[in-house]
């Protein structure tokens, strides 16, 4: 039987995933149990320091006894449980899942989600022949301050930005889900510009999104010259030198220039999260080769 460490006193729950026996503590959601058998599960609006809100639908199982499929980032893993990750009905969904969130959209730096909709053999493509009323592509990245870029040709619609800059991380309630069905859009208030909405530029909704479509500026940059090498790339971990709360850094350096900066999702001081001066302050390194905040969004910092 597989099992996740219980702590003491812990009550677990057994199930049978597979075919095979799984024990996980009580409260484990059905896709964690999979992990723990060592069962591969594609997620995608999911992620380890976000609220489940359970729209993209790519994580379905089939649980014995349920009429619909069920969405295994959501689910709490019950007793007696009976769970099938691989039948034909959870890869057929699957399939047309990844087919329709990666139709119309541009998923070149989705290399997660590509590798799913190879799995599947998904074909996003096919519905190229359609006429689609809002189709995403072709729209010009918005560049409206010198931190990060919103290029929602690449937005598949998670929410996870919206989470992150939510109840989930942020509580600056910044940019929400605007319209509806094809005309659905990650927008702030009344589409205002960036530096004039309620955003504070903790950078939080980037480091959550999975496709690119959030991207620090200078990442951006390199990209369009051509200049971004992850094989010339290295992580360093370090604290944050701004205050005394000691968030940990993860700082991605290319010739010798800070590029980007993440914070790990274990890091139980951030959870992955980080303030304007941790994620972009950064510039005093270099001095006047990096980006400095642009005053727009000094005020937003705290
Ligand atoms: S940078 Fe922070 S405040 Fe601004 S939209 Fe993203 S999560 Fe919200
Ligand atoms: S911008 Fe990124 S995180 Fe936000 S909804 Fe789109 S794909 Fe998801
Ligand atoms: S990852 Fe489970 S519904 Fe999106």
Same mark, same amino acid.
């Given at each position: 039987m597989t099992s996740v460490q219980a702590e003491p006193g812990e009550i677990s729950v057994s199930l049978s995933i597979n075919g095979r026996a799984v024990a996980v503590p009580t409260g484990t959601s059905i896709h964690k149990a999979c992990e723990s058998a060592g069962i591969d599960t594609p997620t995608l609006c999911?992620? %380890?320091?976000l609220t489940p809100v $359970?729209?993209?639908?790519? /994580?379905v199982v089939e649980v014995e006894g349920s009429r619909a499929l069920v969405p295994s980032c959501a689910r709490a893993a019950e007793d007696g449980m009976v769970v099938d990750t691989d039948s034909d009905r959870v890869r057929h969904s699957r399939k047309m899942v990844l087919e329709f969130l990666g139709?119309?959209?541009? !998923? $070149?730096?989705?290399p997660e989600l590509q590798r799913w909709i190879e799995h599947y053999e $998904? %074909? #996003? %493509?096919?519905?190229?022949q359609y006429e689609m009323p =809002?189709?995403? &592509?072709g729209e010009e990245p918005?560049?409206?301050?010198?931190l990060y870029i919103r *290029?929602?040709?690449?937005?598949? !619609? /998670?929410y996870k930005c919206v989470e992150a800059c939510g *109840? *989930? =991380?942020?509580?600056?309630?910044?940019i929400a889900v605007s319209g509806r069905?094809?005309?659905a859009r990650i927008s702030t208030e009344f589409d205002a510009a960036l530096p004039d909405s309620?955003?504070? +530029?903790?950078g939080n909704c980037i480091s959550v /999104? #999975? @496709?690119?479509? !959030? &991207?620090f500026t200078s990442e951006h940059e390199m990209r369009k010259a051509g200049e971004w090498d992850e094989s010339k790339q290295t992580s360093t971990e370090t604290v944050c #030198? +701004?205050?005394?709360?000691?968030c940990v850094l993860d700082l991605t350096v290319q010739d010798n220039k800070i590029v980007r900066v993440m914070s790990p999702v %274990?890091? $139980?001081? @951030?959870n992955g999260n980080l303030c304007i001066k941790g994620r972009f302050g950064y510039g005093f390194v270099a001095g006047a080769e990096q980006s400095e905040p642009t005053s727009e969004a000094e005020s937003g910092a705290t």
């Open positions: 999911w992620a %380890e320091n $359970s729209v993209c639908r790519v /994580c139709s119309g959209v541009d !998923l $070149s730096q989705a $998904s %074909e #996003p %493509e096919r519905y190229d =809002a189709i995403r &592509m918005k560049v409206q301050d010198n *290029d929602y040709d690449k937005c598949v !619609l /998670c *109840d *989930d =991380a942020q509580h600056s309630y910044a069905g094809f005309g309620a955003c504070v +530029y903790c /999104c #999975p @496709t690119g479509a !959030l &991207m #030198p +701004y205050c005394g709360v000691g %274990e890091s $139980s001081v @951030t």
